[in-house]
Structure formats: structure tokens, C-alpha cells
């Protein structure tokens, strides 16, 4: 068996503990980053009187939304074709 040089092995896992840190920073930034959208959401579903959890964002830049994009409400547009709005659909040519 190859004996490995106690100074690299070392330096090994110390980079392979850096990628550990920072694999758990980045589930715990999600998680911030995931309650952050929720917040908005809930936000912008109180301003609209909607429920949040059917609320789709889209990304077309809409004049006429309190969130300047399209947004659709998947209660009652499933296939988000008809903006809140502007009455566009989130697919566009
Ligand atoms: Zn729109």
C-alpha cells in the first residue's frame, strides 16, 4: 500500500472540508433564499387579495403589476396564459 505524505493528506482534508462548509452554507442560503421568496409571495398574494400558493411569477415586464412582471394565478389560468394584468400569457413568440 502507498504511504501517502502526512503534510498533503492534511491539506486534503482540509480543502475537502472547506467544500463540506460550503455545501452547508449553501443548503442554509437556499433555505433563507426559499423563505425570502415565500415572504414575498405571501406579500404580494395580501396586496392582490389571492392566495399566494397559486401565484406564478413571470418574467415579461408588465407596466400595470405592483412587481413590474407578469404575474398568474394558477387557481383560476392553469396554464399561465393570461396575466393578472396585461392578459398576456407567460409564453410568448
Ligand atoms: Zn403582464
Known sequence: MKKWDGKS???????????????????ELGRVRN????????ELG?????DPRNL???SW?????PTK?????LSTDERD???LFCEQPSERK
Open 81 to 83: 396564459d393570461e396575466c
Open 46 to 50: 395580501r396586496i392582490l387579495e389571492r
Open 56 to 58: 406564478e411569477l413571470g
Open 35 to 42: 423563505e425570502a421568496r415565500q415572504s414575498y409571495l405571501d
Open 61 to 65: 415586464e408588465c407596466e400595470g403589476s
Open 69 to 73: 412582471s407578469c404575474v398568474y394565478d
Open 9 to 27: 493528506v492534511y491539506q486534503l482534508e482540509q480543502r475537502r472540508q472547506r467544500v463540506h462548509n460550503l455545501d452547508i452554507a449553501l443548503s
